[in-house]
Every structure is written in C-alpha cells, then in structure tokens.
C-alpha cells in the first residue's frame, strides 16, 4: 500500500502533473551515517534529542485517536517496486561541488530562490515518472548543506522545476523563517528525519523519524515552521508534534532492521512533518532494505504511540538547538 498523496507544503498548493527526467545515469552513492565531517544534523539537535523521559503530552489521547489508534505503524521505504515503482525516499550523495542549478518555483515566496547545486543524476521519490510528491533530497557532504524539492521535475542538465524548495546549512541550527514551508508541511528538513540503510544495518539509529498524519491543526508546534491543517481543531495534531512508542511495547522479538527502527522511535519519536496516511514514517530508498524484516514493524498500532511535551527542549524560538540536561 502506497501512501496518500502529499498534501503540498503550502495549504492552497497543488500538485502538477508528473513529467519524465531527461534520461541519464543514475551514479550517486548511497547514503551512510556520519560520513567524513557532514552529519546530517548535529548533535545538540532537536533530531538528535532524547524524548524518552520527557513528560506526556496534555492532549496526547486525543491527537493519538485523531491520528488513528487502530491505525498499523507503515514504513513507507524499503527495496524493490510497490506498484511498479521504488518507495521511499532516495538521497543523492553529493562530494564533489557542481554548478549551481537553476531551480524556477510555484511558491517561490517561502522558498530559496537560488543556491542550489542538483546534480545531473539526481534521484526523484518513486522515480522519474512518478505522479506523487517527487520529493529530490541532495545531502551535499562538500558544502555540508541538504538541497530539497517538493514536486520536482527536471528541465534540463542544469535546471529544476520545483512546487517548493528549501536550502539547509547543516552546520547550523538556524530554523527557516517564521511561517515558512520547505519541501515539507512543516517546514523542516526531510534528510535529517529519513531512516537510513546504513544506520539500522549498524544497529542504532540516533535521531527522529518523520512522520505523517491524515489531517492536522492549522498550528504548528517548534521546531515546525508553517502548518496546512484542515481545520482548527484543537483534536488534530500540529505540525511539528513528537511522538513515541511507548517504553512498555516490546521491541526485543523483532528482526534488526525493524528492531533499529522501533528503539528509535522509543527513544527519540517521531516529528509529525505532513499530511498524508496515518502512522507512515519514512526511510530512504535502498536496495539493502528487507522488507519482510521492515514488515514486522506493522504490527504496531496507533494505540502503541503517545505525544511528548517537547517544549521544555527548546532554547531559542528561531534555533533548532535543544537546552543541555
């Protein structure tokens, strides 16, 4: 099962129709955990900050029923094809600089206009012919910086059409602008959020996974940025909310891959970052993927889950950095 469409970054945004990439080859290198000195987030990140003795949510039954307590938890990544087409999201390493790389945009208005550096292969959620999000996730390790697009489409060897674009210092904890979308509802990155292959093959996976939910509140909760809820309804989660599996859920029977995963999910949560199916968290694309390993993790339930009161993490409004313990 594919998960719903994105509903776009921005709340009046929608999503064109799917074009074809100019054919070429596909040669970047598959993402690993702490390669050379770009990390994808740092340390004192809220990705990276611990959640599992933070204090329970005041409204944490009601987003958890609004979510979908009967709902399985999905992991929407792995290997091989879903209807015919890869699933998850794919990041396309980047170590050496290429040119800058003209990127034209629908919402240009909370978007960077410029800056990015594509590079000719890079890969598109779902593959060229998708009619999804097309998400395009470049982690560039040369300048420490995520280059991301929400519904891209390639228009030449140096040129992006895209609904919305984002530019990420990975070196930095500046958060965007107040109000400001990204390639996600929320406004976050996407990279720092995936599940990576190389981090569940290792075993531990040290950060927050992003996650999505059929409907949420026109409000947004930091680290979020912008919201596109579909209504206010104090019974909807906002973007930017946490959530965790509950330290009572037993992890131990499960396969690695998933096991990595659920600890995960356990001890730093998930980041509620956009509309779409209910419980769907989300990896990259990888051929090491095994998916009968990763379907263990659909035997969780929405009730499994609970919302943390993050709040007492944060530091400055406009910083992604997390208070010291």
Known sequence: MRASRHIPALATATALAAVCLLPGPVSAAPAAPGDGPCATSLPDSFWRAPVDTLPLHPASARYVSSIGSAQPLHPDFGSGLIEGQPFGIPITVSDTQVPETKVTL?????????????????????????????????????????????????????????????????????????????????????????????????????????????????????????????????????????????????TTRLPPQARAVAEALKKYGAIVADNGSPWYITGEEHSGWDNSQLDALKDFKGSDFEAVDASGLRLSPDSGAVAPK
């Not at 995936?194 to 950060?207: F, K, N, S």
Request: aromatic share 8%; glycine share 8%.
């Open 106 to 250: 629908d919402y240009p208005e909370e978007s960077e206009r410029s800056g990015y550096r594509i590079p000719q292969d890079a890969r598109v959620e779902n593959g060229p012919a998708s009619d999804g999000d097309r998400h395009v996730v470049v982690w560039d390790r040369g300048l420490c910086k995520s280059y991301e697009l929400f519904d891209a489409k390639q228009q030449g060897p140096d040129a992006w059409h895209a609904g919305s674009g984002a530019i990420f210092d990975l070196r930095s904890h500046e958060l965007r602008p107040d109000g400001w979308t990204s390639a996600d509802a929320a406004g976050l990155a996407i990279l720092p959020g995936l599940v990576r292959y190389e981090e569940a093959a290792a075993g531990r996976i040290d950060h927050a996974i992003r996650i999505t939910v059929p409907r949420s509140d026109q409000s947004y909760l930091w680290p979020a940025r912008h919201q596109a809820g579909a209504a206010a309804d104090a019974s909807l989660p906002p973007m930017g909310l946490r959530l965790r599996l509950k330290d009572s859920v037993d």
